[in-house]
């Protein structure tokens, strides 16, 4: 499995960002995001299932929006109204049907400037 994420940068607060992820090997049944900050431990957050039910971070609600095309197999992060406390490295999850395995992408930087 390959995950290729793309999209991230320098941005102002209150900005807006589009994060891509590219999946490779495999029939993915959830596809998704997570970040870690620095001193911080990784967290989710969205994550969609292959029927399209999203799952949220709660401090992302009403501003992010997660979704996918199966036929590309790609997933997607639209990040608007950022804040400076989104500054993360944003790292492409996925799972894949038959597998318990979490696969990970390389990660690509977000960074929101108050």
């Known amino acids: 499995v390959q995950l290729q994420a793309s999209g991230g940068g320098l941005v102002q607060a209150g900005g807006s960002l589009r994060l891509s992820c590219v999946a490779s090997?495999?029939?993915?049944?959830?596809l998704g995001w997570y970040r870690q900050a620095p001193g911080k431990q990784r967290e989710l957050v969205a994550t969609?299932?292959?029927?399209?039910?999203?799952n949220y971070a709660d401090s992302v609600k009403g501003r992010f929006t997660v979704s996918r095309d199966n036929a590309k197999k790609k997933v997607f992060l639209q990040m608007n109204s950022l804040k400076p406390e989104d500054t993360a490295v944003y790292f492409c999850?996925?799972?894949?049907?038959?597998?318990?395995?979490?696969?990970w992408g390389q990660g690509t930087q977000v960074t929101v400037s108050s």
């Open positions: 969609v299932t292959s029927n399209d039910r999203t």
């Open positions: 090997g495999g029939v993915f049944s959830t």
């Open positions: 999850s996925a799972f894949r049907f038959g597998d318990f395995r979490q696969y």
